[in-house]
Each structure stands twice: as C-alpha cells, then as structure tokens.
T-cell receptor, first 115, second 109 residues
Framework: NAGVMQNPRHLVRRRGQEARLRCSPMKGHSHVYWYRQLPEEGLKFMVYLQKENIIDESGMPKERFSAEFPKEGPSILRIQQVVRGDSAAYFC?????????????FGPGTRLTVT | KNEVEQSPQNLTAQEGEFITINCSYSVGISALHWLQQHPGGGIVSLFMLSSGKKKHGRLIATINIQEKHSSLHITASHPRDSAVYICAVRGEYGNKLVFGAGTILRVKS
C-alpha cells in the first residue's frame, strides 16, 4: 500500500509565476490536509479537504492560494503569482475519515523555491 | 502564547542516554501526535495519543489530559535518533493539527 505521494518534490518558480503542488492520498483515504513549513518556522495548517469539498480553509492566505480535491485525481494546491515569501516546504497528509480515531499520514513534501 | 509549547528547543545527548521531550498545550484536544522530521526530509508519525501511554521499540509517549501535558521518551538513544521531534494537537472540534515549534535532537556517538 503506497504512502502519501507528493510531486514534484522540488519546484523552482520565478516571482509572478504559478506553482501547482500535487498530493495523492493513501489508497482508501478520502480526506486531505495541506500544511506549510516556512524556513526556520513550525508547521502551520492551511486547508482540509474531502473529495469535491473544502471542509476548513481557515489557514489559507486570502489571496493567490487555492486548493481542490476532485472526485478523480490528486489534490492540488495552487499558488498564483508567487512571491519570495511563498518559499517553503508544503506537506500534505491524508486520513481515511473525519473521526478522532484516525491518524494523519504525511507525504514527503514539496519544497518550493521562488527566485 | 502559542497553543502548543515544547521544551527543550534544542537537546544534545550522548549515545545511550535516556531522553525526554516535553509538550504542553492550552486548549481542549481530541488527540495528540508526536512526529519526527529528519533534516530536509519528510514527516513520520510516531504516535497518536488520547490518553495513557504508548510504546514502540525504544520510544515511549505519555499524556496527562488533566495537566495538558505529554512527554516523548527515547531509551538507549542512538545517533540515528537525531532529528526534529514535533508535538501536534488536534482540537476537540475539527481535524486540523496545531503544531509545536519542534525540538531539535542531536545524539552524539
């Protein structure tokens, strides 16, 4: 059973370009979470999605950031018009259901560098 | 004040020593996670606790819900244990995790 997969693992973008980060949850998992780890800072929650639904986006910046988890295919975190401050490691995690008893399994992360 | 506080921030130990990392939180929780992150690496979930104590190999995690405190212990530490250890809590409502700043552990041989 493959774990959570993220691609690309490393992404370099120039200021003003768009970044698309992909997350494929573990087989059988229908809930995805995105977290961001800024340099020298701790992890912060961004968004929680179920297939075709955004459950909690309280951690998402108000502009330029969006996330989706379609019925088919991976979850996508999209950052438009990237700026240097977006440089960070972006991790996704998945769980089978929205209940207290299920762990979140983390992917290897995508390291975004904005030049 | 952060909702999740870890101590110490940095810890250097000799191989073989017993190590304790502490986590205190200020909100009601449904579960607490201990995570491990190697430099430049991904995040591995070590434990998820809602009460009591769990053991896996040389790692032990305990939680005291009344005192809002958890500890992660490593027995017979080894250089390969060198990593960042992160405490994260899940609130009573909702599934998002709130993270501590992490404890950087270095075990010297």
């Amino acid at each position: 059973n493959a774990g959570v997969m993220q691609n690309p693992r490393h992404l370099v973008r120039r200021r003003g370009q768009e970044a698309r980060l992909r997350c494929s949850p573990m087989k059988g998992h229908s809930h995805v979470y995105w977290y961001r780890q800024l340099p020298e800072e701790g992890l912060k929650f961004m968004v929680y999605l179920q297939k075709e639904n955004i459950i909690d986006e309280s951690g998402m910046p108000k502009e330029r950031f969006s996330a989706e988890f379609p019925k088919e295919g991976p979850s996508i975190l999209r950052i438009q018009q990237v700026v240097r401050g977006d440089s960070a490691a972006y991790f996704c995690a998945s769980s089978p259901r929205r209940t207290d008893s299920y762990e979140q399994y983390f992917g290897p992360g995508t390291r975004l560098t904005v030049t | 004040k952060n909702e999740v506080e870890q101590s110490p921030q940095n810890l250097t130990a000799q191989e073989g020593e017993f190590i304790t990392i502490n986590c205190s939180y200020s909100v009601g929780i449904s579960a607490l996670h201990w995570l491990q992150q190697h430099p430049g690496g991904g995040i591995v979930s070590l434990f998820m606790l809602s009460s009591g104590k769990k053991k896996h190999g040389r790692l032990i995690a305990t939680i005291n819900i009344q005192e809002k405190h958890s500890s992660l212990h490593i027995t017979a530490s080894h250089p390969r244990d060198s990593a960042v250890y992160i405490c994260a809590v899940r609130g009573e409502y909702g599934n998002k995790l709130v993270f501590g700043a992490g404890t950087i552990l270095r075990v010297k041989s």
